[in-house]
């Protein structure tokens, strides 16, 4: 099978080159969403070139670590055949958790640039700065808040519905008990 290669297209300013690859990361978020995964997407990208995409899979695969990061750097390490992903760039919808932005580390990622922040667990300046730490052996570059209106919304959404969902839930599972109450 022959592999399909994406790029960008050409004369775009790297600031339009940020926003093409955040929409295609956004996309492949929606496609966590379809299947009840929390909606983050990712892609690792080389010599602008994509060389890996990901999205959330810890729920389907009962994974806590599959993360739409993780997934890409473990892609990325496979395709490139390297652990040392050395002059890449990791697009992701949402802020890197510590888990995520420390394998990002490990892995020599050159540059990191994601959308929404995450102010629970983020640890690319919400909560705490791991990526960007001088006592570490490594720092990214790191962008922000690109296409964040679409990201936090995209998020939010989900949340929201799901939410929803375990309120109504709950409200079916009470009627149902008091239903069956004995007289």
Not at 63 to 73: F, W
Not at 152 to 175: D, E
């Amino acid at each position: 099978m022959e592999e399909i290669k994406i790029t960008p297209p050409h004369g775009l300013t790297p600031a339009e080159i940020d926003v093409f690859w955040m929409q295609y990361a956004h996309t492949l978020a929606d496609k966590a969403a379809q299947q009840g995964e929390v909606p983050v997407g990712a892609v690792l990208v080389l010599d602008n070139q994509l060389i890996a995409e990901g999205w959330n899979c810890s729920i389907q695969n009962h994974d806590p670590t599959a993360h739409a990061e993780m997934m890409v750097l473990k892609r990325g390490g496979e395709k490139i055949k390297n652990y040392r992903l050395v002059d890449t760039t990791l697009y992701v919808t949402l802020e890197p958790c510590p888990m995520c932005a420390g394998a990002m580390v490990h892995a020599r990622v050159k540059r990191l640039v994601y959308g929404a922040s995450d102010f629970k667990t983020g640890a690319v300046g919400s909560v705490f700065n791991l990526v960007e730490d001088a006592r570490l052996n490594h720092q990214l570059r790191v962008e922000s808040g690109v296409l964040e209106d679409q990201c936090s919304q995209q998020i939010s959404a989900f949340f929201k519905a799901r939410r929803k969902a375990h309120k109504t839930n709950k409200a079916l599972a009470k009627k149902n008990h008091t239903n069956e109450s004995c007289l």
